[in-house]
């Protein structure tokens, strides 16, 4: 990364955030033409999710009465900001040129930050229903944490490495993760579900019980740029599952020359995503909401404990076979 | 009791009470005084096993309010109890101790007839609007809506 | 913890129609509850009172969407009682038909709204698409997918040719299937086990006790139902059974409500196969004979009652209408005590709440004693005035 | 598990919504629709406009000569309706002794403007 301009275009257009933005709204469009279709309805054509930022970027901004417009205003932003600063560390096509030694750490804290946001949103909306929703939405966050945290340190356990990128490099070497552990890909697929507030997990914004949690209060570009924020995050989360236990963008051997490397890269980012999407939006339209003492049973007893049995698993690999 | 009743069975029983009827082949209803309609209720519970109260029916016959309380039971009769109330300030005790779905059904009556159930623990509006004029009931045969009164709601175009 | 009011509704996801909670929480657990129907008063009942018997027909139908043949039904019924109308069979069966559909179609709606009440979108399109095959048989029939006008005092408006009883008779394998599939689903899909079962139980003595009625009463095994213990239209002739469940929690009412779409299939397809011939109407007189009457009729929500009172003339003096949600509001309020919050939603949803037929309506001008309709501009010139009024200090 | 398989067998088939401007709804042969008056047929009895239940048919002037049961008869009233305040029940048509108003097959829009009439 000596070249600034060729930085700039790496952090700005592509693979950066102006790819970020499109694919955002294109794997929204996706996952609710899929969840339409399965449902045997149309569902939405190709633009929609652009013409409701577009349009919510229009609307008139509501202030409820009494809140503190600078934090209601920013908090959005961080999280947009937090999001997007995530993806440059996940690499898309070839290595990402930032990843350093932890990054994995770092997007796991950046990730983090939305549902922050949400609950300090649905707290300052002096809103009945915003409130509920900010308190179900950090005791959620307290519950899948561990498990998906736990379930994406494992591999990086057996890679021997905290960066995203050697873990991508090390499954090139040897096999993917997701078969030397399905536990963790599930447990990573279901936190990465939580995590965006998805069904059965979309506790925090149950249309039908607090009517949109604290997303409740939002409105014209802050909604606009929440709704990008889960979008992206989509992304983000699916992109880290695709190169933490998918392979990444590398093909299981090298490809010569460098410039054909990163186009088979991108279309293997694509292809990854794209199968993680299809993935959670069948578990979106198969399930119902769950309630929030039953997801604490669930979350507890189940998944955390098969995370750690996962951690377990993967010492006594490690012992045995990888440093062996 | 799950065997049918019938009117011999019942006019029985209910004689201390008031008058017994067959109205249909299967309802049958109990004339009684105001101030007896409370064990009457208790009496029909207990002697003829009707568990369940179907409705309370409020009618103004211009003269008096009527008050007919249906009950039934496993034996798949109705039996009416049948009472009349002055219209001059009505009130009589509530059933709603005896019989809980009462509650509501007296809260609808008291709201629509004017008539007190004295006792009952939540007389509220329940039908009308809250800005309801305290002393009009609007199903009340002699009730005309008045005049210059808004009584809310949504405004009408008149043809 | 001290005690929290949560005011929920009039406007509210959750609900379909305006109603006001006042829940009283200690936590996350409900303490109490408090009701406020209030929101549209039409006075059905009072414009009843001045219309002749051809005119508060379709008035009774619109007390309800959902329900509209069962309020018309229920009133035809009395009437033609008082009069000592002896009403074809034909005519009946019709009627039975239409009922039955008008059952199926309701508990369709439910099955879709509690899916979509605890998240589960999907099963709520499902049935809602199948119930398009229902309301499409009834729109074949009476030429309306809700208000179906079918009824008169003395018999049913329209006959059934052969070709629609054919059409609805293919149509009833599909559906069958359909059943089929949602009986299936019900007890093996995890999402909703979890969230209804043990949700908003009601003993049987409780049940009884707070006088609920229809699927609410029988899941709890009260066998209560007024086709069997009273028998009206052609349930007498039809050979089918009362639907009981011993659950007595939402698990329990969904399938009956389940199990009473394949009774309601059942009698659907006796009626057309064994339509018998005849007149569909007899001439009814005008006016009615001095009396009184208690019309019962079970409506897909539960036993429905018209009181209706005669007085000679071609008007009622008075008609109480006992809908079933007003019934079971009683026993949701026992339900709730000690219940989630977040199984309000579900456990409110569980009786099928109608809340349209609860206040029962109609646009009643009180200045000019009309009924009628309002024009756009009127209505937002009101809302703009009120709004006014409520920036005036 | 039966979910599952249906999920993935819609995804795989056509939906099933109509799209209504582009595909036409097949309307039945019962369909309730827009209320029309045959103004040769009326012979100006008013029984259409006593049963109705929304007030929606007033009786104005129209003094014409019909045809009625072999008889030529002077007539000075005729049927109007509010085509918005129509309920579509069907009442007039069923007690019309001549079958002079009448639902018609298709579609009938909805409004606001209480002045538009059919005649």
Request: contains cysteine; glycine residues 6%.
């Amino acid at each position: 990364m000596t070249d600034p301009v060729s930085g700039l275009i790496y952090i700005l257009i592509f693979p950066g955030f102006l790819f970020l933005f499109l694919y955002a709204l294109f794997l929204a469009f996706l996952d609710r033409k899929i969840a339409a279709r399965m449902q045997q309805r149309v569902g939405p054509p190709f633009f929609q999710p652009f013409a409701d930022f577009i349009k919510m970027l229009g609307k008139e901004v509501i202030d409820p009465a009494g809140v503190d417009r600078v934090i209601f205003d920013a908090a959005p932003l961080v999280a947009l900001a937090a999001v997007m600063t995530a993806y440059l560390y996940i690499p898309i096509v070839g290595n990402s040129p930032l990843a350093f030694q932890g990054d994995l750490v770092v997007v796991l804290y950046l990730m983090s930050l939305p549902t922050i946001v949400l609950f300090l949103l649905g707290w300052l909306s002096r809103n009945i229903f915003s409130a509920i929703g900010g308190i179900r939405s950090v005791t959620q966050l307290f519950i899948y944490e561990v498990p998906f945290f736990l379930a994406l340190l494992t591999p990086a356990l057996m890679a021997g490495t905290w960066s995203i990128s050697e873990i991508v490099i090390w499954q090139q070497k040897n096999m993917w993760f997701v078969f030397l552990q399905p536990i963790g890909f599930i447990i990573a697929l279901i936190g990465l579900q939580a995590k965006l507030e998805r069904t059965p997990f979309d506790i925090p914004e149950a249309e039908t019980e607090i009517v949109a949690g604290p997303w409740t209060e939002l409105t014209g570009r802050r909604l606009a740029i929440m709704d990008l924020t889960v979008d992206v995050s989509f992304v983000v989360g699916s992109a880290l599952v695709a190169a933490v236990f998918l392979g990444g963008p590398l093909m299981p051997w090298a490809v010569t020359p460098g410039w054909l490397a990163v186009v088979v890269g991108f279309f293997l980012f694509l292809a990854k995503t794209l199968a993680v999407l299809l993935i959670l939006s069948s578990i979106k339209v198969a399930t119902g909401r769950i309630r929030i003492d039953q997801l604490n049973d669930i979350g507890w007893k189940y998944i955390a404990g098969a995370s750690i049995v996962q951690v377990g698993i993967v010492l006594v690999m490690n012992y045995l076979w990888v440093y062996a | 009791m799950t065997g049918p009743l019938t009117l011999d069975m019942i006019a029985g029983k209910m004689k201390e009470f008031g008058n017994s009827e067959l109205v249909r082949k299967n309802r049958i209803r109990i004339t009684t005084t105001p101030d007896k309609v409370h064990d009457t209720i208790r009496a029909v519970q207990a002697m003829l096993g009707c568990d369940r109260l179907i409705t309370i029916s409020a009618v103004d016959n211009s003269r008096t309010l009527e008050l007919i309380y249906h009950l039934t039971g496993p034996h798949r009769m109705i039996i009416s109890i049948a009472i009349e109330l002055e219209r001059d300030q009505p009130a009589i005790p509530t059933s709603s101790d005896i019989l809980p779905p009462a509650a509501i059904y007296e809260r609808q009556i008291h709201d629509l007839f004017g008539i007190v159930f004295t006792g009952n623990p939540n007389l509220n509006r329940i039908m009308l609007n809250e800005d309801w004029p305290a002393d009009e009931y609007p199903l009340r045969k002699d009730w005309k809506p008045g005049p210059d009164t808004f009584y809310g709601g949504i405004k009408v175009e008149r043809t | 913890m001290p005690e929290v009011v949560v005011s929920i509704g009039p406007h509210h996801p959750a609900l379909k129609e305006p109603v006001n909670f006042k829940v009283v929480v200690d936590g996350e657990k409900i303490v109490r509850l408090e009701l406020d129907l209030s929101y549209n008063h039409r006075g059905v009942e009072k414009a009843a009172e001045q219309r002749d018997f051809i005119r508060v027909l379709p008035l009774m139908e619109r007390v309800c969407g959902i329900c509209s043949h069962s309020h018309s039904t229920a009133f035809a019924k009395g009437i033609e009682e008082l009069m000592q109308l002896e009403i074809p069979p034909r005519a009946q069966y019709i009627r039975t038909i239409i009922a039955e559909l008008e059952r199926m179609h309701s508990h369709l709606l439910w099955l879709g709204v509690a899916a979509h009440v605890i998240g589960f979108n999907t099963l709520f399109m499902w049935t809602w698409r199948d119930r398009e095959a229902v309301q499409d048989t009834v729109e074949e029939m009476s030429g309306n997918r809700v208000h179906y006008g079918m009824n008169e005092v003395g018999g049913v408006r329209r006959d059934l040719t052969p070709a629609q009883v054919t059409a609805a008779l293919e149509r009833l394998p599909n559906l069958e299937e359909r059943i089929k599939k949602y009986v299936d689903m019900v007890s093996s899909e995890e999402t909703m086990l979890i969230r209804f079962r043990g949700v908003g139980k009601l003993s049987k003595e409780e049940a009884l006790k707070y006088g609920t009625v229809g699927p609410t009463a029988r899941a709890s095994g009260v066998d209560y139902d007024t086709r069997k213990d009273d028998p009206y239209l052609a349930y007498a002739d039809v050979p089918w059974n009362v639907v009981t469940d011993t659950n007595g929690d939402v698990y329990g009412r969904t399938r009956v409500r389940i199990g009473e779409l394949w009774e309601s299939l059942k009698i659907v397809r006796y009626c057309l196969e064994n339509l018998p011939e005849g007149s569909i109407r007899v001439t009814a007189p005008r006016n009615a004979p001095t009396g009184e009457i208690l019309s019962r009729y079970e409506a897909p929500r539960g036993e429905l009652a018209h009181f209706i009172r005669t007085n000679g003339t071609d008007k009622v003096e008075r008609v109480d209408i006992r809908t079933p949600t007003l019934a079971n509001w009683t026993s949701v309020a026992i339900c709730l005590v000690n219940q989630n919050l977040a199984d309000l939603p579900v456990i409110v949803a569980a009786i099928d709440p109608c809340l349209s037929c609860t206040s029962r309506i109609t646009l009643l001008d009180k200045q000019a004693k009309k009924t009628g309709v309002m024009s756009l501009d009127e209505l937002i010139w009101r809302n703009r005035s009120r709004d006014q009024e409520q920036v005036r200090p | 598990m039966s979910v599952l398989r249906e999920m993935f067998e819609n995804l795989l088939s056509r939906p099933i919504t109509i799209l209504y401007p582009k595909e036409k709804v097949p309307i039945p042969g019962a369909f309730r629709g827009r209320v029309a008056i045959t103004d040769e047929k009326c012979i100006g009895c008013s029984k259409c406009s006593l049963v109705c239940p929304a007030r929606a048919i007033t009786m104005i002037d129209g003094p014409r000569e019909v045809e009625f049961n072999g008889k030529t008869l002077n007539r000075k009233k005729r049927p109007q309706v509010k085509l918005y305040k129509c309920i579509r029940c069907g009442l007039c048509e069923r007690h019309c002794p001549t079958g002079a108003i009448f639902l018609k097959n298709e579609l009938s829009s909805s409004g606001t403007d209480g002045e538009i009439v059919v005649m």
